[in-house]
């Protein structure tokens, strides 16, 4: 049974965590959570690595193109017998599944082809599912900023920027 | 290759164009005898009017006939087929209220009735161009019924566009629409590249190139489509005084009005006559939609971004994005409910007036629902945080709408939520095929 929260100064920012209303995971107002756990091919681990360095050169062109991941990391496990990915990301997951299938796949298929044991390709219709079932909800998540997304940070650093030369110019 | 569409096989609310200006009625239906319910489509079904004769219509009037997850449920649809219905369409319109935004005032307790109920079963759409043709219509509706108590009318909603084509804002409405593959004729300047035939009807090929599906037999699913259907209430004097307060000279009001809606009231575009109305640009199908923002305006100095026809239509200006914005169209159907406010008033009169709106989608997670959720009542698509669309946006929690401007982007604060939701639900629109299909049991 939860415990209740015993109210004092330190509980007066607590972030409202809700279930992501429409696709897996947590959130907390923009900001959105996806881990997931997968098996690893049993040549999975050394193809992966073969292949690593090329897709995380790649990395900030492709999650350019997406505008919303905040942050992206992969694990190998338990003697590389398992995969973890871990996303967190601004707004919706579910709606941008066709999208991202028709856009990023090339990128995906680099690193999840031949590791990840049922990952076929980013396109298959067959791939909600396989996400679905290595999904696990974070028991505990807390995001920095949860109201300003990838882009709002590149807008305000724009600004910031502007700003910056008209103070220079007036100076 | 050609493609082909089974026009006599599709329900005509989804091609014909309307006779402008129209009247019509969606007269709504419970169903508690399922064979009563098989008896009303099965007398229904020779009068269906089809999309067959849409270029050429014999009469200038339609009667057609939609369902709901329960009146497919009702009419005893097995379990295994309904379970494969898409989940938006399963779970009904209400159950959707967080991800689409109709909380607050939109609120689906605050639904007008059937909307939202558990009674909502099947749906008579019916369009004329008058409204002797209207009754003659309803007519047929009312004959197909007797001595059928099993199928119940509990509703009717009376909507029109009316003779000078304007929605209670003053907007031309209607302007701009797809283009569908197989439909005949050639795109009018500004309709782009033809959509494929799959994201509007279930059994052709899709912008993903796969077989838009539905399930159970072909014969069910086979030129179907889904209706997402909204009755938007419109405050049209919160709305005129909403201007005149930011406003300081009435061609201010009119410059604001268009800023937040990306066309002046006569329907000329901003992005082709961006500092006065030109009402001829209006009048010209040629013309009125003949645009785009990649290249002619990426910042939005003409057409905003956040403004209302480039959210809910962003046409090129998406293309350095993920985001592919042939998936996510809609083929709108809008058309008016109640009378309009007349001209100068600004107080309230607390008539009920708005806009019923049917989105034809093939797959409403992706287009209907994509539009509400992603470029309606969010903004961070366009780099513009929680700002929302403001003419049709909820506003019940955030409140600025800010466009670009020389010398300094100007910015209002404090909106109001200017149309508020008084109803919503995904219908099927089966294909006369499917219809018989149903009318047999189901066999």
Redesign the interface.
């Known amino acids: 049974m939860a415990t209740k929260v015993i109210e004092s100064e330190r509980t007066a920012m607590a972030q409202k965590v809700t279930r992501h209303?429409?696709g897996p995971g947590l959130r907390i107002g923009?900001r959105g959570e996806l881990t997931g756990i997968g098996k690893v091919t049993p040549d999975g681990a050394r193809i992966f690595r073969e292949r690593l360095p090329q897709f995380q050169a790649e990395a900030a062109y492709w999650e350019n193109?997406?505008?919303?991941v905040q942050s992206f990391r992969l694990f190998l496990f338990d003697n590389d017998t398992r995969i973890l990915f871990s996303i967190v990301y601004?707004?919706?997951f579910k709606?941008?599944v066709?999208?991202?299938m028709?856009?990023?796949s090339p990128w995906m298929d680099q690193i999840f082809g031949g590791v990840w044991e049922g990952y076929t390709n980013f396109k298959d219709p067959a791939l909600m599912d396989l996400i679905r079932n290595a999904q696990v909800t974070a028991e505990f998540f807390y995001a920095a900023y949860p109201?300003?997304?990838c882009?709002?940070v590149?807008?305000m650093k724009r600004l910031s920027a502007a700003v910056s030369e008209m103070l220079d110019a007036a100076s | 290759m050609t493609q082909i569409l089974d026009l006599a096989d599709i329900q005509a609310t989804v091609l014909r164009n309307r006779p402008m200006p129209y009247c019509g009625a969606y007269v709504f239906l419970r169903i508690d005898d399922p064979e009563h319910a098989r008896t009303l489509l099965y007398r229904l079904i020779p009068k269906i009017t089809t999309s067959a004769d849409w270029q050429k219509p014999i009469d200038h009037a339609w009667i057609n006939i939609v369902l709901t997850y329960a009146g497919l449920a009702r009419l005893g649809l097995s379990q295994q087929i309904l379970d494969g219905f898409p989940m938006e369409f399963r779970v009904s319109m209400a159950a959707r209220k967080e991800f689409l935004g109709d909380i607050g005032e939109s609120d689906p307790s605050r639904w007008d009735y059937p909307f939202g109920s558990q009674d909502l079963h099947a749906a008579l759409v019916v369009m004329a161009r008058d409204q002797d043709s209207l009754e003659a219509k309803l007519a047929i509706g009312r004959e197909a019924m007797v001595g059928l108590p099993g199928v119940t009318v509990i509703g009717q909603l009376d909507v029109a566009l009316p003779a000078n084509f304007r929605e209670h804002f003053g907007f031309v409405d209607g302007i701009s629409r797809p283009f569908i593959e197989g439909q005949g004729g050639s795109p009018l300047p500004g309709q782009g590249e033809p959509l494929k035939a799959g994201e509007f009807f279930l059994g052709y090929v899709n912008e993903l190139g796969e077989l838009a599906r539905g399930p159970g037999p072909q014969t069910l699913w086979t030129n179907a489509t889904y209706l997402s259907l909204r009755k938007l209430h419109q405050n049209v004097a919160q709305f005129r005084r909403f201007l005149r307060q930011r406003a300081k000279t009435p061609r201010d009001e009119e410059l604001i009005a268009a800023k937040m809606v990306g066309r002046w009231r006569s329907g000329c575009p901003l992005a082709l006559s961006p500092d006065r109305d030109d009402p001829e640009i209006g009048k010209d199908p040629m013309r009125n939609n003949a645009f785009a923002y990649y290249d002619d305006d990426p910042k939005g100095l003409k057409t905003p971004a956040g403004s209302h026809i480039r959210r809910v239509n962003p046409r090129d200006a998406l293309q350095d994005t993920i985001v592919n914005s042939r998936i996510h169209r809609v083929f709108r159907r809008g058309s008016t409910y109640g009378p309009m406010l007349p001209e100068g008033i600004l107080e309230d009169d607390g008539v009920a007036r708005g806009n019923v709106i049917a989105f034809v989608n093939a797959n409403p997670a992706r287009q209907f629902e994509f539009v509400q959720s992603q470029w309606v009542n969010d903004g961070d698509f366009i780099s513009a945080g929680h700002d929302k669309d403001p003419i049709v946006g909820n506003h019940a929690e955030d409140s600025q709408y800010t466009f670009p401007a020389r010398p300094v982007r100007q910015r209002l604060d404090g909106l109001p939520s200017f149309v508020v939701t008084r109803g919503g639900q995904h219908v099927f629109l089966p294909g006369i095929g499917g219809l018989r299909w149903l009318a047999e049991g189901c066999r």
């Open positions: 209303p429409d923009k193109r997406i505008g919303t601004d707004g919706d709606p941008y066709e999208d991202l028709n856009d990023v109201e300003v997304s882009r709002d590149q807008k």
